[in-house]
């Protein structure tokens, strides 16, 4: 397998972008949950993909947060560090916001999957900074 670092820095900076519209959408004025959700479960996504990718592995264009961690996982078992409850949270997050279930405090949800994206970033980063990727090539 190949590795691909071009196509992983630029998943990973869409990743980054993502995020950053997640966060600022969050702290402006009249924050849209349905908004924050569609960039917090595309960063995630992407950033996981960044790994895939810098691996050698081919991408299918799936959305299954469990079935794109399995695969981190077949890789590199660490990733089993990112597949715990909270990881599943986010799986599931936009579906909740989806069915407007008015049980869930949207602004908690959604201040907790921030949380968990930033520390799915902080993981993937640092497992490719340990593959050898300059993480900051390319940064927007």
């Known amino acids: ?13 869409e990743a980054r ?5 997640c966060k600022d959408e969050f702290d402006s004025d009249k924050p849209v949950a ?9 960063a995630i996504e992407k950033y996981l993909k960044s790994y895939l990718v810098f691996s050698g592995h081919e991408i299918e264009t799936i959305h299954d947060m469990a079935g794109i961690l399995e695969m981190c996982r077949s890789i590199d078992p660490e990733f089993s560090l990112l597949t715990d409850a909270e990881t599943l949270i986010l ?8 069915k407007h279930d008015l049980s869930v405090s949207m602004p908690a949800v959604t201040s907790e999957a ?3 994206a930033d520390r799915v970033k ?13 993480i900051n090539l390319g940064r927007v």
Request: avoid cysteine.
């Open 1 to 13: 397998m190949t590795s691909h670092p071009e196509s992983a820095l630029v998943l990973l900076n």
């Open 17 to 21: 972008n993502d995020l950053r519209a």
């Open 34 to 42: 349905e908004t924050i959700s569609f960039h917090m479960q595309k």
């Open 91 to 98: 799986a599931s997050h936009g579906e909740e916001i989806h």
């Open 114 to 116: 921030i949380m968990l």
């Open 122 to 134: 902080d993981f993937v980063e640092d497992k490719l900074t340990d593959l050898g990727l300059d």
